[in-house]
């Protein structure tokens, strides 16, 4: 094979590479904005109950839960308006398995919370279904709806998980769905300033740590009042450094997202390091 040949064939199998690794986008914002349960519902026909195991994901962005419901649950979902925002519902064992054929190809990188809530989820569905072989089947069942509840509750002990057979982009990509839905930025008061800002805060210490790791700057701390892990960047080098990542290597889709982030681009480097009254100009 000649050197132009193997030139070629490279730069086809990078951007095969670079197309799979955009589908855990995806995995990263339904990480962010995901419940998983088991609902017990009463039969309509008066026969008692039945389960129904369910993963839902929350957001205002009522266009992008589409795009989701399509890239991710082949357009079974179903949205449904809730108080600020909307809900994309999979119910029922066939959807429900549908997003864990899809989780299967494109893994949660990191998440001790999520991770386990989708274990949990996925190991009871063997138990639901009338035609289920599972012994004590309702006792699992119930199990699992406990199990469930307590991890929103009380959350989880730390695991350790080894990130190192994924590449890069996968975990770009992973992050940048994680910042749509749990991301923030823009400006705070800082005394008589204003200070510019990208943070994000979650239940999961596995994840925000890997946003530190990956980006390479920040710090992160315990919010007293929630009890979130807290990372976030005030420096405005790295805050541009962050947006210019999450703006063109690894794209937002969340429309409040980007516009932030493109406010934010343009307001600091609109400011030059001679003026002395940044706080003040904006």
Avoid at 110 to 131: F, M, Y
Avoid at 196 to 204: E, G, L
Wanted: glycine fraction near 8%.
């Amino acid at each position: 094979m000649s050197n132009l040949t193997k030139n070629a064939s490279g730069a086809v199998n990078q951007q095969e590479t670079s197309l799979v690794s955009k589908f855990f986008y995806y995995t990263g914002f339904c990480v962010g904005e995901l419940s998983c349960s088991v609902i017990r519902a009463n039969d309509k026909r008066g026969r008692g109950f039945y389960f129904m195991p369910d993963i839902t994901i929350s957001n205002a962005d009522r266009n992008l839960l589409q795009e989701i419901n399509g890239v991710v649950g082949r357009n079974l979902g179903n949205i449904s308006p809730i108080k600020g925002g909307y809900n994309l519902k999979f119910r029922g064992k066939k959807k429900v398995e549908i997003i864990f054929h899809f989780l299967q190809k494109h893994p949660v990188i990191t998440g001790d919370l999520a991770r386990k809530k989708l274990e949990l989820l996925q190991n009871v569905l063997p138990a639901i279904g009338k035609d289920s072989e599972v012994l004590n089947r309702e006792k699992v069942i119930e199990k699992c709806r406990k199990d469930l509840k307590d991890l929103k509750l009380n959350g989880l002990v730390k695991e350790s998980i080894d990130l190192n057979h994924f590449k890069d982009d996968e975990i770009g990509f992973f992050l940048a769905g994680i910042i749509d839905a749990e991301g923030s930025c823009g400006f705070k008061k800082s005394g008589l300033r204003l200070q510019p800002f990208f943070a994000v805060a979650m239940k999961d210490l596995k994840i925000i740590e890997l946003i530190k790791d990956f980006l390479n700057c920040g710090n992160i701390h315990v919010r007293t009042n929630d009890g979130l892990y807290h990372w976030e960047t005030s420096k405005i080098s790295d805050v541009l450094k962050v947006v210019e990542i999450f703006m063109t290597r690894y794209p937002s889709k969340l429309k409040k997202m980007k516009d932030r982030m493109k406010n934010l681009r343009r307001t600091l480097n609109d400011y030059t390091p001679r003026s002395r009254n940044f706080g003040k100009m904006i």
